[in-house]
């Protein structure tokens, strides 16, 4: 659906160039002379390479329509991640490409929501955390403990996070996927 320049809001996906942008950033600039203009950032869903346009604010764009499907993630084969529609059950393959660093969080049987338009799978939603276990971290400096210092931590999937001094290696942690910063201790 056409939509006008100056109505564009992060998170819109949106058809310019014959390919599929998801807004980033917008920007109204008013400059002294002429009219307003929206500049805008945006990525490419499916190469993921970042762009910037301007637009007059009485311009139009097409707003493409997404719709969000909860999915489980099923396993993974080489750099292809296989999930199923809970509903249809039907299963559909995304790249490490499309995912992104976030791929790193999946785990076996994870429910998460699964962004379409016109009918492919563009991105992938995680939940706000995931439980890691920690297996490797540095030792505690003596007199480290008093004061809120942080130490390297690395995870079962391989990424680092910055831990607490208290917590050691084998300790699961719950991680924020948003940011994979420490949130607490897994109970």
Known sequence: MKIQANTIRPGMVIDHGGKQWSVLKIQLLQPGKGGAFIQVEMRDLITGTKSQDRWRTADTVERLEVRSRECQFL?????????????????????DELIGEKAAFLQDNMELAVDFIEGKPVSVSLPQSVILEVVEA??????QTASSSYKPGLLENGMKVMVPPFIEAGTRIVVNTDDCSY???AK
């Open 138 to 143: 540095d030792p505690v400096v003596k007199g």
């Open 75 to 95: 396993f993974k084969d080489g750099d292809m991640h296989t999930f199923m529609d809970n509903k249809t059950f039907d299963q559909f393959s995304l790249s």
């Open 183 to 185: 949130v607490e201790r």
